[in-house]
């Protein structure tokens, strides 16, 4: 199996191709990380925080289901990798700083799906505060609901063991 390194630099490598075209800005560019090949590989790379949206954990109590919840890139991955992008249009290519920089923006907070919509508005721009968001740390949620939130993180985050809840 090759490494998650390995991985992004033939990422990085098809995204500079593209790039070098001269065809294309650095927005798409940047969706063959997030939207074509990122995707693939993922489950590999994802750190769940542990942080979980006061709302989420209202959602799953009362519903007993993940259904309506979303992994939110908290780091801003699309506005920075496309920022990324750009300058490596530029200034020229920076394999390591694009491996670099995408393992320290797969950082994901567990939101509500309305939440995440308005974390991308332009009146909150990924502040939780703005948005009214509090987040809660894991041990600080409920039993009841690590339990169906274990359900959206397992298989779907790098980490998702360090999260692990055997029901009582």
Same mark, same amino acid.
Request: glycine residues 6%.
């Given at each position: 199996m090759k490494s998650i390194d390995y991985k992004l630099k033939m990422c990085y490598s098809l995204m500079m191709q593209v790039a070098d075209s001269g065809l294309f800005?650095?927005?798409? *560019?940047? @969706?063959g990380y997030t939207h074509w090949l990122g995707p693939e590989f993922v489950r590999e790379l994802r750190q769940f925080t542990g942080k *979980? =949206?006061?709302?989420?954990?209202?959602? *799953?109590?009362n519903t007993k289901s993940e259904t309506g919840l979303a992994f939110e890139h908290f780091l801003r991955i699309q506005k920075e990798l496309t920022t990324l992008m750009s300058r490596h249009m530029v200034e020229g290519q920076n394999e390591d700083e694009f491996i670099e920089t995408v393992k320290r923006l797969e950082? /994901?907070?567990? /939101?509500?799906?309305t939440e995440n919509t308005?974390?991308?508005?332009?009146?909150? =721009? @990924?502040?939780y505060i703005k948005a009214g968001i509090d987040l809660v740390d894991w041990?600080?949620?409920p039993e009841e609901a690590q339990l169906i939130l274990w359900k959206k993180i397992r298989g779907k985050v790098a980490n998702s063991e360090d999260f692990r809840v055997a029901p009582k």
């Open positions: 800005t650095a927005r798409v *560019v940047r @969706g *979980v =949206s006061a709302d989420s954990i209202n959602c *799953v109590v950082n /994901v907070h567990i /939101v509500t799906k308005k974390l991308r508005t332009k009146e909150c =721009s @990924g502040d041990k600080d949620v």
